[in-house]
Nanobody, 127 residues
Framework: QLQLVESGGGLVQPGGSLRLSCTASGFNLRYYVIGWFRQAPGEEREGVSCISSGAGSTYYTDSVKGRFTISRDNAKDTVYLQMNSLKPEDTAVYYC????????????????????WGKGTLVTVSS
């Protein structure tokens, strides 16, 4: 069974940091574009960041540029989202997703039509 699993969410104070991890069972992440998405209560799902399979291309939505960093460790078959200087508006359920086409992630944007999705991890930024 192909499955993505997110971890690393939790409660953090404004200005704090968290690192989310995305791992897979049933397939190797290294061959896929990986995207991080988030959905706050009452809001639409938002694409946050993505990374190409070779890590040559990354994308960040404007609201997280300079604060979030996406990376991948293909030896560990894990993709990370380092989130610094967190703000209350970053509060959401964060999902990782995998896509099979390289065109799904570029410096100009990311596709929402990923092929595999995790169940999400909750990030709460609050004092």
């Amino acid at each position: 069974q192909l499955q993505l699993v997110e971890s690393g969410g939790g409660l953090v104070q404004p200005g704090g940091s968290l690192r989310l991890s995305c791992t897979a069972s049933g397939f190797n992440l290294r061959y896929y574009v990986i995207g991080w998405f988030r959905q706050a209560p009452g809001e639409e799902r938002e694409g946050v960041s993505c990374i190409s399979s070779g890590a040559g291309s990354t994308y960040y939505t404007d609201s997280v540029k300079g604060r979030f960093t996406i990376s991948r460790d293909n030896a560990k078959d894990t993709v990370y989202l380092q989130m610094n200087s967190l703000k209350p508006e970053d509060t959401a359920v964060y999902y990782c997703a995998a896509g099979i086409r390289t065109s799904m992630c570029s410096v100009g944007g990311m596709s929402h039509n990923m092929h595999y999705w995790g169940k999400g991890t909750l990030v709460t930024v609050s004092s």
